[in-house]
Structures are given as structure tokens and as C-alpha cells.
């Protein structure tokens, strides 16, 4: 059976779904493994990696496509794919995208539906991903803030540590509080899930933040973050609003599944800052946690705060993140693999295999994906 792995399209995608470690693997499963040319180029590898790793190179994506039984991708692909075809990445489908692939008899998985349980964890592309994001989201904090993260006592006389208040503490924000710490800066953080406390308090990190009887109930049965009222986010934005103004370095990571970010800094919140501090917005993909954020783009307000609303923060290591998603694809496929019959065979009735697979022979089969009645 052929794997095929394509070259990204996407503006600013700079990821690739193989690397010549999980070729190596997957020829050893005794697949034939074709690769676009120049799919790795953004992530630092060459054509010749790939085909030392014992990858064919095609010249574009018909060709890797060619009776292609697997096809492994970052995001969605736009060259029509063989009928019968397995497709695996973060393919962001909806109802209409999910038919399409249903009526192409392609065989779609989208890997940022995988439920965040234990058994799964090798194979979560969003933790992965969200890991890498919440370090860069730090290093490009500091190197935008024009002062350092650590007490320097010197001759010269004391730079003070910077205050770092991170916002969101799911996987992003465990990894960002870690590297601030790491950097010498006194780290704060907030969440609204009750379990995240005690998490930010074991990194060493201040938890601040606003709870009560709501709060408590503020985590779904799958571990994320639920849609809580106007109220409280009236009030956390009282407690975020004292500190925020003290802050040098913000860092927003928190997320809503299947909503826009919640906007937890306001525009007064960022006149109230001081000239010179940062906001690193990696909750821009999902329009942003600050409200001045502009998705894609470094903005510098009236009052000299920078605001960093790149997209794509995990395309910003390109390698670190490749390697990582290649890996999470690779466990994916060898955790459902027949050995006698060298393909992959997803079980329908398993949790995990469920909770990807939007179509399957020619159907939809994913709740979420079924168009609305
Ligand atoms: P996420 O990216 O959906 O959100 C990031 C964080 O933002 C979350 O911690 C969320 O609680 C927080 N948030 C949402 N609204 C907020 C608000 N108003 N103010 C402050 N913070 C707010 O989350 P994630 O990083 O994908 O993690 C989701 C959950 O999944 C967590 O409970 C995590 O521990 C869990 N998880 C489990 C596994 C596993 O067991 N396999 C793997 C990864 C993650």
C-alpha cells in the first residue's frame, strides 16, 4: 500500500505530516512511501532525507497521489484524492467539507477530534502542537519585551524580574508558565477550570483568578473549559483587570472548544498597561483573548504595548512541531495496523477511532459533521 505525504498549501503553513524518522517506520510496516517534492523544505528537510529514509519523491501532488491508500497531510488538501483513500490530519471539516469528502469515497480522520483520554495521549496532535505554541508564545514575549525576565543584580545596580501572567492554563499554558519560569520571570496564571489551580501552583506559578459556585462546574466531562455567563466573566475580568496593569508579559492561551476565544483583555485593560510591555496572543487562530488582537499581524497601540497575534504558533518551529505531529500520526496508524494484511483497519466502535473518522465508504459518520436537521 502507498502512503502519500504532500506538500502544504496553506499560506504560513509551515509544518509536514512525515519526516524521515516516521518513513523509516512506515516502510518498515511494509508500506511504499511517496513524498511531494519539496514537502519538507519549511521544516529543514531536504528531498534527499526523504529518500535516504527510503521515501520515492514525486514531482507534485498527483503524482504522490497516484494509487495513494493512505494520505497524510497537516491540513486539508486541495488535490483531489483517490477514491478509497485514508486521509489523516487536522482537516478543521464542517458539515459541507464532510460530505464532499463522503461523496469523493475518501476516508476522512480529523486528528483534532481525538479525545483528550489517557490512551490517546501519544497520538494528540493538539497537545503536541499546543506544547510547542506555549514555549514560542514565550521566547517571542521576551524577545519582543526590551527588558530581561530574570533579577539581574549587577555593579550597574538591579534589573528587576519581569512579571509574566499567563492566561489559560491548559497545555499551552502549563508550557508557557514553564518557560517563563525557566527565563527568571515571577509567573502568574489564571484558569477557570478548577483542576488548573493546583496545576499552576505546582509549577511555581501564582494562581489569580475569580471562583465561585460556577467555577466549580467549569470543566466539561472531556476536560475542556465550558461557555460560562456574563456574570462571571464580569467578575473575573475585575480580578484579571488590578493585575493585568502590573504585568510587563501576557501570555493568552485560553480556548473555548468550538467557539471564538473568550475576550478576557479588554481594550481598557491595555491602556492600562505600561509602555514597552507584551501581549503574546496564541489564541489569534480562534480571533484572539485580547481585544485590540488582529489575527496574523504584530500590532503596537497608542500606549507603546506590542501585541503579538501571529497564527499557526506551532508552524513557528517548524521541525520541533513536524516531528512531533509525524510522530502523533505514525502512533495513530501503527495502534490500528494489520499486521498480516499491512494496512491500517480502524476498529468502528472504538472511542478514539470514533471520535476522528468523519466519513467512512462513502458516508458521514461523524455526529458533529451531519448536516443540521
Ligand atoms: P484548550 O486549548 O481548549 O484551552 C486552553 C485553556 O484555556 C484551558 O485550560 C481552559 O480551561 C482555559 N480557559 C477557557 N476559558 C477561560 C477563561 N475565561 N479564563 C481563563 N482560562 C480559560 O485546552 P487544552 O490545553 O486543549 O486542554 C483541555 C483539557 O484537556 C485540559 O483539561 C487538559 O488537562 C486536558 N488534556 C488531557 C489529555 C489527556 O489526558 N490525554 C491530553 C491533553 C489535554
Same mark, same amino acid.
Given at each position: 500500500?502507498?502512503?502519500?505525504?504532500?506538500?502544504?498549501?496553506?499560506?504560513?503553513?509551515?509544518?509536514?505530516?512525515?519526516?524521515?524518522?516516521?518513513?523509516?517506520?512506515?516502510?518498515?510496516?511494509?508500506?511504499?512511501?511517496?513524498?511531494?517534492?519539496?514537502?519538507?523544505?519549511?521544516?529543514?528537510?531536504?528531498?534527499?532525507?526523504?529518500?535516504?529514509?527510503?521515501?520515492?519523491?514525486?514531482?507534485?501532488?498527483?503524482?504522490?497521489?497516484?494509487?495513494?491508500?493512505?494520505?497524510?497531510?497537516?491540513?486539508?488538501?486541495?488535490?483531489?484524492?483517490?477514491?478509497?483513500?485514508?486521509?489523516?490530519?487536522?482537516?478543521?471539516?464542517?458539515?459541507?467539507?464532510?460530505?464532499?469528502?463522503?461523496?469523493?469515497?475518501?476516508?476522512?480522520?480529523?486528528?483534532?477530534?481525538?479525545?483528550?483520554?489517557?490512551?490517546?495521549?501519544?497520538? #494528540?496532535?493538539? !497537545?503536541?502542537? &499546543?506544547?510547542? $505554541? %506555549?514555549?514560542? *508564545?514565550?521566547?517571542?514575549? +521576551?524577545?519582543? /519585551?526590551? @527588558?530581561?525576565?530574570?533579577?539581574?543584580?549587577?555593579?550597574?545596580?538591579?534589573?528587576?524580574?519581569?512579571?509574566?501572567?499567563?492566561?489559560?492554563?491548559?497545555?499551552?499554558?502549563?508550557?508557557?508558565?514553564?518557560?517563563?519560569?525557566?527565563?527568571?520571570?515571577?509567573?502568574?496564571?489564571?484558569?477557570?477550570?478548577?483542576?488548573?489551580?493546583?496545576?499552576?501552583?505546582?509549577?511555581?506559578?501564582?494562581?489569580?483568578?475569580?471562583? #465561585?459556585?460556577? !467555577?466549580?462546574? &467549569?470543566?466539561? $466531562? %472531556?476536560?475542556? *473549559?465550558?461557555?460560562?455567563? +456574563?456574570?462571571? /466573566?464580569? @467578575?473575573?475580568?475585575?480580578?484579571?483587570?488590578?493585575?493585568?496593569?502590573?504585568?510587563?508579559?501576557?501570555?493568552?492561551?485560553?480556548?473555548?472548544?468550538?467557539?471564538?476565544?473568550?475576550?478576557?483583555?479588554?481594550?481598557?485593560?491595555?491602556?492600562?498597561?505600561?509602555?514597552?510591555?507584551?501581549?503574546?496572543?496564541?489564541?489569534?487562530?480562534?480571533?484572539?483573548?485580547?481585544?485590540?488582537?488582529?489575527?496574523?499581524?504584530?500590532?503596537?497601540?497608542?500606549?507603546?504595548?506590542?501585541?503579538?497575534?501571529?497564527?499557526?504558533?506551532?508552524?513557528?518551529?517548524?521541525?520541533?512541531?513536524?516531528?512531533?505531529?509525524?510522530?502523533?500520526?505514525?502512533?495513530?496508524?501503527?495502534?490500528?495496523?494489520?499486521?498480516?494484511?499491512?494496512?491500517?483497519?480502524?476498529?468502528?466502535?472504538?472511542?478514539?477511532?470514533?471520535?476522528?473518522?468523519?466519513?467512512?465508504?462513502?458516508?458521514?459518520?461523524?455526529?458533529?459533521?451531519?448536516?443540521?436537521?
Amino acid at each position: 500500500m502507498r502512503v502519500a505525504v504532500l506538500k502544504e498549501r496553506r499560506s504560513g503553513e509551515t509544518r509536514v505530516a512525515a519526516t524521515p524518522e516516521t518513513v523509516k517506520k512506515y516502510v518498515g510496516l511494509g508500506l511504499e512511501v511517496a513524498v511531494e517534492s519539496g514537502a519538507g523544505l519549511p521544516s529543514g528537510i531536504t528531498d534527499a532525507a526523504f529518500a535516504e529514509a527510503g521515501a520515492k519523491l514525486a514531482d507534485d501532488a498527483a503524482g504522490a497521489l497516484a494509487g495513494a491508500g493512505i494520505v497524510l497531510v497537516v491540513r486539508a488538501p486541495e488535490a483531489p484524492l483517490p477514491r478509497g483513500a485514508l486521509l489523516i490530519g487536522t482537516l478543521g471539516a464542517d458539515a459541507a467539507a464532510a460530505a464532499a469528502y463522503a461523496e469523493a469515497g475518501v476516508d476522512a480522520c480529523s486528528m483534532e477530534l481525538l479525545p483528550r483520554i489517557t490512551r490517546a495521549q501519544s497520538m #494528540d496532535v493538539l !497537545s503536541s502542537q &499546543a506544547n510547542l $505554541a %506555549g514555549y514560542r *508564545a514565550v521566547i517571542e514575549g +521576551a524577545t519582543a /519585551y526590551d @527588558k530581561g525576565f530574570p533579577m539581574m543584580m549587577t555593579a550597574a545596580g538591579t534589573v528587576p524580574a519581569a512579571n509574566v501572567f499567563i492566561m489559560g492554563a491548559g497545555v499551552a499554558g502549563l508550557q508557557a508558565i514553564a518557560t517563563a519560569r525557566r527565563l527568571g520571570g515571577r509567573v502568574s496564571a489564571t484558569d477557570v477550570r478548577p483542576a488548573a489551580k493546583e496545576e499552576i501552583k505546582s509549577l511555581g506559578a501564582t494562581f489569580v483568578g475569580y471562583e #465561585d459556585e460556577e !467555577s466549580k462546574a &467549569a470543566q466539561t $466531562a %472531556g476536560g475542556y *473549559a465550558k461557555q460560562l455567563s +456574563a456574570e462571571f /466573566y464580569a @467578575k473575573q475580568a475585575e480580578v484579571v483587570a488590578a493585575h493585568i496593569a502590573k504585568q510587563d508579559v501576557v501570555v493568552c492561551t485560553a480556548l473555548v472548544q468550538g467557539r471564538k476565544a473568550p475576550t478576557l483583555v479588554t481594550e481598557a485593560m491595555v491602556a492600562s498597561m505600561k509602555p514597552g510591555s507584551v501581549i503574546v496572543d496564541i489564541a489569534a487562530d480562534a480571533g484572539g483573548n485580547c481585544a485590540a488582537t488582529k489575527p496574523g499581524e504584530l500590532v503596537v497601540t497608542a500606549n507603546g504595548v506590542k501585541i503579538l497575534g501571529f497564527t499557526n504558533w506551532p508552524g513557528r518551529l517548524p521541525a520541533a512541531s513536524s516531528a512531533l505531529y509525524a510522530r502523533n500520526l505514525l502512533t495513530f496508524l501503527t495502534t490500528f495496523w494489520d499486521k498480516e494484511a499491512k494496512a491500517p483497519k480502524l476498529p468502528e466502535e472504538d472511542d478514539i477511532v470514533k471520535g476522528v473518522t468523519l466519513t467512512r465508504g462513502g458516508a458521514v459518520v461523524h455526529p458533529l459533521m451531519k448536516p443540521a436537521a
